[in-house]
């Protein structure tokens, strides 16, 4: 069976920390991607990954980065943490050029105090 | 630029009823469109896939119709149940490489015993 995991279900941190939330995925998938969900603004594409060491800026890549070293994991970092990036992340994956869903991990509430 | 919708935003229905979701988008150049269930606090679960080529799919009581030249899409539940109650989002793909997705806000169903 398919599997994204996300490496913490909840987290909380202050602010100016250095954030990283970390993501892995079983299925040799090309593509990852990091969402942020917040309620009435639905999902929004914070960045991607069509590659190992290859990324791309979605559309809200302010305040993040991102690593991608190994095909498997795709890393998201919060630079400096504020408490406007209180939110729940999403990280997915899917193959390239393929009619085959996209699998998500099941989330990261994360906290800015 | 692609934009997605999904009427109604939340939706109450008694158990065993028949309901229509509803999916728009405003460019029909798109690769596939896909519906996920959310339930609170978890990631997204894919339902369906329909290719571009595609009118529709089905999985158990559920089926999702595809009409690319009006831009819609709609998700059909039979006889509901109360466990399908959950956020229901659709997302459409525009390219069949890098697999980004466009999502609409989502749809709230509550079914009712």
Redesign the interface.
């Known amino acids: 069976d398919v599997k994204?995991t996300q490496s913490s279900r909840y987290l909380v941190k202050r602010t100016g920390e250095k954030v990283f939330l970390e993501c892995v995925q079983d299925m040799d998938h090309e593509?990852m991607?990091w969402y942020r969900q917040d309620p009435g603004l639905?999902?929004r594409?914070i960045y991607?990954s069509?590659d190992v060491k290859m990324k791309?800026k979605g559309d809200i890549p302010e305040g993040y980065s991102v690593s991608r070293e190994k095909k498997e994991r795709f890393s998201l970092i919060l630079e400096s943490a504020s408490t406007n990036q209180t939110s729940?992340y999403?990280c997915?994956s899917?193959?390239?050029?393929s009619?085959?869903?996209?699998?998500?991990?099941?989330?990261t509430?994360l906290s800015i105090l | 630029k692609q934009e997605v919708t999904q009427i109604p935003a939340a939706l109450s229905v008694p158990e065993g009823e028949n309901l229509v979701l509803n999916c728009s988008f405003t460019d029909s150049a798109i690769?596939?469109l896909?519906w996920?269930r959310q339930d609170p606090?978890?990631?997204?679960?894919?339902l369906l896939?329909i290719?571009s080529s595609q009118r529709e799919q089905t999985s158990g009581r559920l089926n999702a119709s595809l009409d690319k030249s009006s831009g819609r899409s709609t998700l059909y539940i039979a006889a509901s149940q109360p466990g399908d109650s959950a956020t229901y989002?659709c997302?459409v793909r525009g390219s069949?490489?890098?697999?980004?997705?466009i999502?609409?806000?989502?749809t709230t169903l509550q079914v009712k015993p």
């Not at chain 1, 009619?99 to 989330?107: I, K, L, Y």
């Not at chain 2, 606090?41 to 894919?46: E, H, N, Q, R, Y």
């Not at chain 2, 999502?103 to 989502?106: A, N």
Request: proline share 2%; glycine share 16%; charged share 15%.
């Open positions: 994204v593509n991607f639905g999902l594409l991607f069509y791309e729940m999403l997915a899917t193959r390239d050029y009619n085959q869903p996209q699998h998500f991990g099941d989330g509430r | 690769y596939n896909q996920f606090g978890k990631g997204l679960t894919s896939l290719q989002l997302a069949s490489n890098t697999g980004k997705l999502f609409g806000q989502g």
